[in-house]
């Protein structure tokens, strides 16, 4: 797909959908919703296919400088990132992107495919992401790698002592720790129970991921009753 940023725009606005855009205004709301055009999940990955033919690092120079002007242009950042194969390449496009990610969405759909075979150097570059009490949506993605990559054969308890030691004022950050603690509850029994039996967490996000467990189809019925009683 070959075309400028004024003719990226029109495209994406031919896509738009009133309705939608004010559904996707009060899932974000951390988004101004003037710069939602309201252009569903599933065409923008077709767009971002089309438009990484042409290599997802020529792609995302069409999109402009940061910050975008809508929420689109942001998620099709994200999923062009998402294509990069070179995992430097692909760590230094986030460095730039993620200081200017305003909301959960935006940040969730990064699941970048230089990841997947779980680099050497990811963990630690997850613990960067993590520390980054500046940027909220840094530290989200961060826990969100962690979450994805690091909770079967890959995992290490050291991965999720980092997690439950965040302390964060940020909603989004305390429920991205929250559901990483409800997923390694479902993948990591053991050495999670001992998380919330030795209430390492914040009482808040202590309490929600045992919500978020005790909804979970993952964790067992008997599981489930010993986590109710364990609430602060």
Not at 92 to 111: H, K, Q, R, S, Y
Not at 177 to 195: F, G, I, N, P, R
Not at 214 to 230: A, D, F, G, N
Request: aromatic share 8%; net charge negative.
């Amino acid at each position: 797909m070959s075309m400028g940023k004024s003719g990226l725009r029109e495209l994406l606005e031919e896509h738009a959908d009133e309705k939608y855009r004010s559904f996707q205004c009060g899932l974000i709301p951390t988004v101004d919703p003037g710069s939602v055009l309201g252009v569903r999940v599933p065409e923008l990955r077709r767009i971002a296919r089309e438009l990484a033919h042409d290599g997802p690092v020529a792609a995302r120079e069409l999109l402009g400088p940061l910050p975008h002007e809508t929420y689109e242009e942001g998620l099709l950042h994200a999923l062009l990132v998402n294509e990069m194969r070179d995992y430097d390449v692909c760590v230094a496009a986030l460095n730039e992107f993620l200081p200017f990610v305003d909301n959960w969405a935006t940040c969730d759909i990064l699941a970048p495919r230089a990841f997947e075979v779980r680099p050497v150097a990811l963990p630690a570059q997850t613990e960067g992401w993590m520390a980054d009490e500046e940027h909220p949506y840094a530290v989200r993605f961060g826990v969100g790698v962690l979450m994805r990559l690091y909770l079967d054969d890959a995992f290490d308890p050291i991965y999720l002592g980092r997690v439950c030691a965040l302390r964060s004022g940020e909603y989004y950050v305390n429920m991205m720790v929250a559901w990483y603690v409800a997923t390694a509850l479902a993948k990591q029994w053991e050495a999670t129970l001992s998380v919330l039996e030795g209430r390492l967490l914040a009482p808040w996000t202590h309490n929600k991921a045992i919500q978020k467990a005790v909804e979970s189809r993952r964790v067992t019925p008997e599981h489930k009753r010993l986590l109710r009683t364990l609430r602060v």
